[in-house]
């Protein structure tokens, strides 16, 4: 056994003999270059390693100052509030030149066909041209006829929607101004922390301060501007009995009544993914109906088998006469 290993074991010598002969050999021939390229064999190994390793880096490089921060920036920039606008707390809500002019609105024209015969015609009485281009003015940067405001326009040709035509103006002007929306908030949640009045140099203060913060725009306003706001939004609470007097505006026990509630509630649900969130929906404190009061009223309406309400933690069961706003209006009221 000893010996057949060695058999085996010379032959391995006798290929190492060649391999030395050709080592020896070697000199003969030029020697620098046979360790130049066992250490180029080495240094090429490592070449290609740290060749591989700046090629990722180059493009990483330029792939950073692609997409990744340009959209990046894009994304962090549309999430800041829309600017605000002082022309319509300014304007004032033109509750009752509104109902007139959207009564004789005809749906199957343009708005500019609407608003040209408007001024042709003056349907609304204004007392000078100047307000009747005030009026129009205001319809035309405010309202949508023909679409999210469709069921505003179909209410004034009901005596429901006439009878009630201050909170429905309320809810589409306050989602069309947001200044007007953000005001109404602020002054609910004076109001839920037991204030009694309101007076124009809190409203001042209160604009400042959103010029500070998120809108910079307010800022820029001259201070008479920032007072004519301040002043208009208060004004606004009045023209929509939220707030009564003249200097000092004195809340007022204010009371949404069922019809425009469930208007309100049929929008809310269009504008949010599910019952629960339309239930929670922010907006409602325009009216000073925290989610609380609101589900104390809903389960009074489901008693008086107006709707059917019930509600087990965040699962809710909602089923209301109409299935939207507009089918409210055409449909049950009258």
């Excluded at 500019?112 to 005030?134: F, H």
């Excluded at 929607?161 to 947001?178: E, F, I, T, V």
Aim: net charge positive.
């Amino acid at each position: 056994m000893a010996s057949a290993t060695k058999t085996k074991r010379k032959p391995a010598a006798a290929a190492a003999a060649p391999a030395t002969e050709k080592k020896a050999a070697a000199p003969a021939k030029p020697m620098p270059p046979k360790p130049a390229r066992k250490a180029s064999s080495k240094t090429s190994v490592q070449a290609k390693a740290e060749s591989h390793q700046p090629k990722p880096a180059a493009p990483a490089v330029k792939a950073r100052p692609k997409a990744p921060k340009g959209t990046a920036k894009a994304k962090t920039k549309p999430p800041a509030s829309s600017p605000y606008r002082s022309d319509g707390l300014i304007r004032g809500p033109l509750i009752s030149d509104t109902l007139q002019a959207l009564q004789g609105w005809e749906l199957e024209v343009s708005k500019r066909a609407n608003l040209d015969r408007l001024r042709q015609s003056n349907s609304i009485g204004a007392p000078t041209q100047a307000w009747l281009k005030k009026v129009c003015s205001a319809i035309s940067s405010r309202f949508d006829p023909a679409g999210r405001d469709l069921p505003l326009v179909l209410a004034t040709r009901t005596t429901t929607g006439q009878r009630h035509w201050k909170p429905l103006l309320l809810w589409h002007l306050a989602n069309s101004d947001r200044l007007l929306g953000a005001g109404l908030s602020w002054s609910a949640q004076i109001y839920s922390a037991g204030g009694d009045l309101l007076q124009t140099e809190q409203a001042l203060a209160w604009l400042e301060g959103t010029g500070s913060q998120e809108h910079p725009e307010v800022a820029a306003w001259s201070e008479a501007t920032r007072k004519r706001v301040a002043g208009g939004l208060l004004k606004a609470g009045v023209d929509f009995a939220l707030l009564q007097g003249k200097v000092k505006r004195r809340f007022t026990a204010y009371y949404l009544a069922d019809e425009p509630l469930l208007y309100v509630l049929l929008q809310a649900l269009a504008s949010n993914r599910t019952t629960a969130a339309a239930l929670a929906d922010p907006r409602w404190l325009w009216f000073r109906l925290p989610e609380a009061e609101l589900e104390h009223r809903l389960l009074l309406l489901h008693q008086a088998k107006v709707i059917s309400y019930y509600r087990a933690g965040s699962v809710v069961d909602l089923k209301l006469p109409a299935s939207s706003a507009e089918a409210l209006v055409q449909e049950v009221w009258s």
